[in-house]
């Protein structure tokens, strides 16, 4: 388990804290979260990613890099360990939070909750570690300007967007700070919540907002099960979409094939041991059919993912897992030690501290794959309804009611793990962070249309392999 960052109920009081907070001024003024400073001896972004690539599967490697050259925004989203590398090298506010560790807008999204609500929050924790909360804030902010660069908006256009996200995570965070600790723990954003923001963008905005609300409603397991299935000499198993989803069967010799099932059971099995009792006898009553690797995103591509097909009553009573490889955080080299068992535990914990709400499915096993060697996995449900809006494509106003909601439920995040007082303190009620959030974000953009020329010119000469896919 982790150290927690937090405070003891009876360690500090209200006052104390903030007082930490505004401490933690003298250390970072809040308009100097502003500063970029690169310096000479930046590390190259592209040899970065290419040591990244040396733990992943190598013929999947080039679609992840064609992935990424298919605009500065794809790429920045692969690049998640070119930032940290960044954000590690300068100072910080050493207020600490669970990370997210990736908090771009796209991994912000919609899916169900156990009570069968549909919520909004969090949705990627791959890169999540304890570290300092302005990272995740700064991650977002300069996706923001980032996705409004290559959506052509104005610098003005940008700055309100960024403006928007740091203002309501500021803005929440004062709100957080005044809660009690299980309100705080209660709280959650459910779809009425983003169709209150959505409504502040007029009658439109609504309708749109409702439409992806009712599409995200059909993204389902019996969707996902219908599209990736089909039957093999009356058995069912997952359809092969080589090289984006590849079963098992023609991964292995035929030696090991005739062994496949107990492999596949054995994966389950070990898995089954992460989650607790009442949720292990659930997943007991499905049995193991199909396995399959699946090609997943933009950054986690060549991460080893695998789907595993599951059925309970019968063949139309299926179950969809993922499991996807947990590598360590981009951000563990420039943050303290935390001492998780596994990976693909630091990635469930650190998900279930900062979500309001997680699959009933989440867990995790240490496997060994087809390629011999002992991996760390976390595990969840392909698909439990899923909407994402679709930030590469919208206009300003659209953006920008996005970016509210990922500040807003980010700050919630942060103050799970975290000190909302100390946090609240040291933002402050004026603006002052959030115009600094603003100068960050651009001079971060620029710098990854910077680092994204570099790596179109090293695929252009081959240093860099591509794939499509």
Not at 21 to 46: E, L, N, T, Y
């Amino acid at each position: 388990m982790t150290t927690s960052a937090f405070p003891r109920g009876d360690a500090l009081t209200p006052a104390e804290r903030a007082e930490r907070g505004k401490r933690a001024r003298a250390k970072v003024p809040r308009s100097q979260q502003a500063r970029f400073d690169p310096g000479q001896d930046r590390p190259d972004p592209v040899e970065v990613l290419l040591d990244q690539a040396v733990t992943r599967v190598p013929e999947l490697v080039p679609i992840r890099h064609g992935r990424m050259l298919q605009s500065p925004f794809r790429f920045y989203r692969g690049a998640a360990a070119v930032m940290a590398c960044d954000l590690g090298r300068a100072p910080h506010s050493g207020l600490t939070v669970q990370l997210c560790g990736d908090a771009h807008v796209l991994n912000f999204g919609l899916f169900a909750s156990p009570e069968r609500s549909l919520v909004f929050d969090v949705n990627d924790f791959d890169e999540t570690y304890p570290g300092p909360f302005e990272w995740d804030v700064k991650r977002l902010a300069a996706s923001l300007a980032v996705a409004g660069r290559d959506n052509a908006f104005t610098p003005e256009e940008r700055a309100a967007v960024v403006g928007e996200a740091a203002s309501a995570y500021r803005r929440r965070m004062q709100r957080l700070a005044e809660m009690r600790v299980l309100d705080i723990w209660y709280a959650q954003d459910n779809s009425e919540d983003l169709r209150l923001i959505a409504a502040q963008g007029g009658d439109r905005m609504l309708r749109r907002t409702d439409r992806t609300l009712a599409k995200a409603r059909t993204k389902d397991h019996l969707q996902a099960f219908a599209k990736l299935t089909h039957r093999v000499d009356d058995k069912l198993r997952i359809a092969a979409d080589p090289p984006l989803i590849v079963p098992l069967s023609d991964l292995i010799d035929d030696a090991a094939r005739t062994d496949q099932d107990t492999a596949v059971r054995g994966l389950v099995d070990t898995y089954a041991r992460s989650l607790s009792l009442e949720r292990r006898e659930l997943l007991a009553r499905f049995r193991a059919v199909d396995l399959a690797r699946k090609v997943v995103g933009v950054g986690s591509v060549g991460t080893r993912c695998w789907i595993i097909l599951l059925v309970g009553r019968d063949d139309d009573d299926p179950l969809l897992l993922q499991a996807k490889e947990a590598q360590e955080s981009v951000l563990a080299p420039y943050c303290a030690p935390a001492a998780y068992e596994s990976q693909g535990q630091r990635v469930v914990t650190g998900q279930r501290l900062m979500q309001a709400t997680s699959d009933i499915f989440l867990g995790w096993m240490r496997a060994t794959g087809i390629d011999g060697l002992d991996r760390d996995f976390y595990v969840r449900q392909l698909l439990d309804w899923k909407g994402a809006a679709p930030a590469e494509t919208m206009r300003p106003e659209g953006l920008r009611l996005l970016a509210r909601a990922c500040g807003f439920s980010l700050a919630r995040g942060h103050a799970r793990s975290g000190d909302p007082v100390a946090i609240a303190a040291y933002l402050g009620m004026a603006d002052t962070f959030d115009r600094a959030l603003i100068a960050f974000a651009e001079a971060y953009a620029e710098q990854n249309l910077r680092d994204y020329d570099a790596f179109v010119e090293a695929a252009r000469t081959g240093r860099v392999p591509t794939a499509e896919g």
